[in-house]
T-cell receptor
Framework: GENVEQHPSTLSVQEGDSAVIKCTYS??????FPWYKQELGKGPQLIID?????GEKKDQRIAVTLNKTAKHFSLHITETQPEDSAVYFC????????????FGRGTSLIVHP | SQTIHQWPATLVQPVGSPLSLECTVE??????LYWYRQAAGRGLQLLFY??????ISSEVPQNLSASRPQDRQFILSSKKLLLSDSGFYLC???????????????FGPGTRLTVT
């Protein structure tokens, strides 16, 4: 089955800096890679996703890149703000059968004002 | 638009007591439904998923069970809670049916369960 590794487990940055979270996956058949943000005491929210037919996707201050050959994908947050502080999860899945994503263990991002 | 509800929001139960957590989805039909557990500081552990009424797949053998009595209702149950059942329980849904291009998964607000 799929295995997703996520690093780092904790990331501390100053407001205005960039933050990068990296994930690797094991199953070359995976073709859909969502990212979730989970604020304290709440359920995760989908913030951006990427499919295997593209290498990069941007949405304002966040971007995701995918390297299918190396089987890794990354979340980039620029100009970080204190409200970006949360736990971020990556996931990998195959679109075509039952949708069962495999999640990384999460990264706790702390943005210091 | 679609919304997902979970209740209760928090629950404190003694060891050995029964459990029933409910999840309902509005604004969509025939969704895939999921129950996840999240222990403190840990990732998301998939417990059950369902592709239709009465169709439940279990990912982790334990003293929990799930049922889907209606298309948009998903229930997580236990006959006797263990201390290790404490955690944050999340329900989620996705479209996931053939012909749909989007398989995005949406999570509910969660239930914080403490077993004492």
């Amino acid at each position: 089955g799929e295995n997703v590794e996520q690093h780092p487990s904790t990331l501390s940055v100053q407001e205005g800096d960039s933050a990068v979270i990296k994930c690797t996956y094991s199953d070359s058949a995976s073709n859909y890679f969502p990212w979730y943000k989970q604020e304290l005491g709440k359920g995760p929210q989908l913030i951006i996703d990427i499919r295997s037919n593209v290498g990069e996707k941007k949405d304002q201050r966040i971007a995701v890149t995918l390297n299918k050959t190396a089987k890794h994908f990354s979340l980039h947050i620029t100009e970080t703000q204190p409200e970006d502080s949360a736990v971020y999860f990556c996931a990998a899945s195959f679109l075509g059968g039952s949708y069962i994503p495999t999640f990384g263990r999460g990264t706790s991002l702390i943005v210091h004002p | 638009s679609q919304t997902i509800h979970q209740w209760p929001a928090t629950l404190v139960q003694p060891v050995g007591s029964p459990l029933s957590l409910e999840c309902t989805v509005e604004g969509t039909s025939n969704p895939n439904l999921y129950w996840y557990r999240q222990a403190a500081g840990r990732g998301l552990q998939l417990l059950f998923y369902s592709v239709g009424i009465g169709q439940i797949s279990s990912e982790v053998p334990q003293n929990l069970s799930a049922s889907r009595p209606q298309d948009r209702q998903f229930i997580l149950s236990s006959k006797k809670l263990l201390l290790s059942d404490s955690g944050f329980y999340l329900c989620a849904w996705s479209v996931g049916s053939p012909g749909h291009a989007d398989y995005e998964q949406y999570f509910g607000p969660g239930t914080r369960l403490t077993v004492t």
